[in-house]
């Protein structure tokens, strides 16, 4: 009996446990020592974004002490090494590590002050694809799982492999897009001056390359697809490579196509929203209405799915249906020779499922 509760509370332990992301957020002065840290023992650290804020006068005081400027989501001054740089080689892919800007980053001869942001990701292995020739399915509607994950090469972040290519494929379902961003790229480069790269990562898209680096790149690089599918491609000349290799980020952009319902037709569709409307004579159940628009939040349609099929505006003791053979002579721009018709009786309307109407007097009489 206790063996069967342990093996329950484990359990269940896994499952509500699967699948873990955590964003954290970590501020602190430019002087003061920021621990990054995740509370899944499993769990290790992505960089997401760094943000330095500098004290007012620095930006008074620019031209006598210059610093480099990068925009993000803010404006921020870095000066000396790149935060995300050492970042990267001190904490990506670890579970715990620290920080302090005005030791690892700056010379001993500047005296900038501010505050520093680290927004981190805590991701447990079954987030994370580090196992090459791998095939990733994105979710659609019909299977909500995870729209985002990661990818790492094996080894990271101690080492990669190389004598081959290690590919992993992303596949999204039609009409959607896939978005990358490099968090971390740390290969072999024979010249560090050279522009040239020795080993190389690929993103490529309908097997053409679409982006090719071997260096870390400030804000980091997202690539957004063409099509519903992309390949990442790790190359390396040499069989063991003490660097870390890289690690992406990868998500959905845009929601997949749905079943459309039975006298539905689109009307207009983006990436955001798609406008559906019934046919003459007809209204979605639900909304009592003939036309309603769905937004794409993130990767999935904001209503329940399937959608049902439009259904007459009128009730059946409204109509009387009357099949009517047509003459070869009526039927020249059709590609049928019996249509039958829905006539309302009270206000001598023609209505048909196509979308023709019309206002007759005697409506039996033209046949």
């Given at each position: 009996?206790f063996l069967?509760l342990?093996?329950?509370?484990?359990g269940?332990?896994?499952?509500t446990?699967s699948?873990?992301?955590?964003?954290?957020?970590a501020?602190g002065?430019?002087?003061c020592n920021?621990?990054?840290t995740?509370?899944?023992?499993?769990s290790?650290?992505?960089?997401?974004?760094v943000?330095?804020?500098p004290?007012?006068?620095?930006?008074e005081?620019?031209?006598?002490n210059p610093?480099?400027?990068l925009r993000?989501?803010?404006s921020q001054?870095?000066a000396?090494?790149?935060?995300r740089?050492v970042?990267n080689?001190?904490?990506s892919?670890?579970?715990?590590?620290s920080?302090?800007?005005s030791?690892d980053?700056?010379?001993?001869n500047?005296?900038v002050?501010?505050?520093?942001?680290?927004?981190?990701?805590?991701?447990t292995?079954?987030r994370i694809?580090?196992?090459?020739n791998?095939?990733?399915?994105?979710p659609?509607h019909?299977n909500r799982?995870?729209?985002?994950?990661?990818?790492h090469?094996?080894?990271?972040?101690?080492?990669?492999?190389?004598?081959k290519?290690c590919?992993?494929?992303?596949?999204?379902?039609?009409?959607?897009r896939?978005?990358?961003?490099?968090?971390?790229?740390s290969?072999?480069?024979?010249n560090?001056?050279?522009?040239?790269?020795?080993d190389?990562?690929?993103?490529?898209?309908?097997?053409?390359v679409?982006?090719?680096?071997?260096?870390q790149q400030?804000?980091?690089?997202?690539?957004i697809?063409a099509t519903?599918?992309?390949?990442?491609?790790?190359?390396?000349?040499?069989?063991f490579?003490?660097?870390?290799?890289?690690?992406?980020?990868?998500?959905?952009v845009?929601?997949?196509d749905?079943d459309?319902?039975q006298?539905?037709y689109?009307?207009y569709?983006?990436?955001?929203?798609?406008v559906?409307s019934?046919c003459?004579?007809?209204?979605?159940?639900?909304?009592?209405t003939?036309?309603r628009t769905?937004?794409?939040l993130?990767?999935?349609?904001?209503?329940?799915?399937?959608?049902?099929?439009?259904?007459?505006e009128?009730?059946q003791?409204?109509?009387?249906?009357?099949?009517?053979d047509f003459?070869s002579?009526?039927?020249?721009?059709?590609?049928w020779?019996?249509?039958c018709?829905?006539?309302?009786?009270h206000?001598?309307?023609?209505?048909?499922?196509?979308g023709l109407?019309?206002?007759?007097?005697?409506p039996?009489s033209?046949f």
């Amino acid at each position: 009996m206790f063996l069967f509760l342990w093996i329950l509370i484990f359990g269940y332990f896994r499952l509500t446990n699967s699948g873990y992301v955590e964003i954290v957020e970590a501020i602190g002065c430019h002087s003061c020592n920021l621990l990054l840290t995740c509370r899944h023992l499993t769990s290790i650290i992505a960089i997401l974004e760094v943000d330095f804020y500098p004290d007012l006068f620095v930006e008074e005081s620019a031209e006598e002490n210059p610093v480099e400027s990068l925009r993000g989501n803010g404006s921020q001054l870095f000066a000396g090494l790149y935060p995300r740089d050492v970042l990267n080689q001190r904490c990506s892919g670890l579970n715990h590590c620290s920080f302090v800007y005005s030791e690892d980053c700056l010379d001993r001869n500047n005296s900038v002050t501010g505050n520093v942001t680290v927004k981190y990701a805590c991701i447990t292995e079954d987030r994370i694809k580090k196992y090459c020739n791998s095939v990733i399915v994105l979710p659609t509607h019909q299977n909500r799982d995870t729209s985002e994950g990661f990818i790492h090469n094996p080894g990271y972040p101690r080492f990669y492999s190389g004598h081959k290519e290690c590919r992993w494929a992303i596949k999204g379902a039609p009409q959607q897009r896939i978005r990358v961003a490099i968090l971390d790229i740390s290969l072999i480069v024979d010249n560090v001056g050279s522009q040239d790269c020795t080993d190389v990562l690929e993103i490529r898209d309908s097997g053409q390359v679409i982006h090719s680096s071997c260096r870390q790149q400030h804000p980091p690089t997202e690539i957004i697809s063409a099509t519903e599918s992309i390949e990442v491609v790790l190359s390396s000349r040499h069989e063991f490579n003490p660097r870390r290799g890289f690690l992406i980020r990868y998500s959905i952009v845009g929601c997949s196509d749905i079943d459309i319902p039975q006298d539905v037709y689109v009307v207009y569709r983006n990436y955001n929203s798609m406008v559906l409307s019934c046919c003459v004579g007809y209204q979605f159940p639900d909304t009592g209405t003939r036309t309603r628009t769905i937004s794409c939040l993130g990767a999935f349609w904001n209503t329940s799915l399937p959608l049902l099929d439009c259904q007459s505006e009128y009730t059946q003791s409204d109509f009387y249906y009357q099949c009517v053979d047509f003459f070869s002579d009526y039927v020249h721009v059709f590609s049928w020779k019996k249509i039958c018709i829905v006539l309302l009786v009270h206000e001598n309307l023609l209505i048909n499922k196509f979308g023709l109407y019309g206002v007759i007097q005697n409506p039996i009489s033209i046949f």
